[in-house]
């Protein structure tokens, strides 16, 4: 069979319709396993669904293989080939070593819930979601350096602050960022506000002695203007920045998207035209001859 035929089962709609439908049965099926351990009656029908899944899926390996005829290797010019081919070796491997009691065949095994990722490739649409967050990375960096700067700053300002009074928070340079990041996630960030505007000894927002308030201080208005700002500056704004820098990739990768398809139809129209010009040079052919044999025939 030639690579055509392979390719046209690749790029089919029913073959990847067929394929997204077992990757979505292999997630349903870990999560059932999760509820029927080693010795569970069901244990050994979950076991040959699990192996007929791998098999579609080597089978789809060996078809996309298959398809690219004279040169495999453009298989794996695709990162997410690489990935799924990936998956379905360490499957195999967790088959072939399946009573090895060790930790690392217990790791190999744990592959079979990145299959679930799969779906990520089956849906054009979340894959272009998760290529604008890869894209996004380096950019995301400078505002992950940038939000950094902003933790050690408060961090720093909220030690030389409120450390006497709430040793508990803001005690050390560290225990202060890791309270900030608690505040940036809005939960209960308004809590560590009223105890250091009112005191830790305050009787509704402190805390006791046992957790290090021994000398409370209340600071009003500055412990206001200290959270209020944080939040604003690295909630609102510095948080939303991500945001911001995704939404610009996937502007950038729908574009290249774009691109790429229009390309890939003027590929098509080109090769059809070629395919078109090859047959009308066949049927221009045939008429010659017809006509030479016509004019052999009126000669004799």
Not at 13 to 26: K, M, Y
Not at 89 to 98: E, G, N, R, T
Not at 172 to 189: D, I, K, Q, Y
């Amino acid at each position: 069979m030639s690579s055509a035929f392979f390719r046209q089962i690749a790029e089919s709609r029913w073959f990847n319709s067929l394929i997204l439908w077992v990757i979505v049965a292999a997630g349903v099926l870990v999560g059932i396993e999760t509820y029927h351990p080693e010795g569970s009656p069901l244990r050994a029908v979950l076991e040959r669904a699990d192996l007929a899944i791998l098999l579609i899926f080597t089978a789809e390996f060996v078809i996309k293989i298959l398809a690219e005829g004279a040169k495999p290797w453009n298989y794996f010019r695709d990162p997410w080939n690489i990935f799924d081919f990936s998956i379905v070796a360490v499957c195999w491997l967790a088959h072939v070593l399946p009573d090895m009691n060790t930790g690392f065949v217990s790791v190999i095994r744990l592959a079979r819930v990145l299959r679930v990722m799969r779906l990520v490739q089956a849906l054009p649409q979340l894959k272009m979601f998760i290529n604008a967050m890869l894209k996004s990375i380096p950019s995301m960096g400078y505002v992950g350096i940038l939000l950094l700067l902003l933790y050690y700053i408060y961090g720093a300002m909220g030690v030389f602050i409120f450390s006497a009074n709430d040793p508990f928070h803001f005690g050390s340079l560290g225990t202060a960022m890791l309270s900030l990041f608690r505040v940036s996630t809005l939960e209960g960030w308004s809590e560590i506000m009223y105890v250091n505007m009112f005191g830790c000894n305050d009787p509704k927002w402190g805390y006791g002695p046992e957790s290090g308030c021994n000398t409370p201080e209340g600071h009003g208005a500055a412990a206001v203007a200290y959270f209020v700002s944080f939040v604003l500056f690295g909630t609102m704004i510095v948080l939303n920045l991500f945001i911001g820098v995704i939404m610009n990739a996937m502007d950038e990768v729908r574009k290249e998207h774009e691109s790429e398809e229009r390309l890939a139809r003027k590929e098509a129209d080109e090769h059809h035209l070629e395919d078109d010009i090859a047959e009308l040079h066949a049927q221009l052919d045939a008429i010659k001859e017809q006509l030479d044999f016509i004019a052999f025939r009126v000669k004799k």
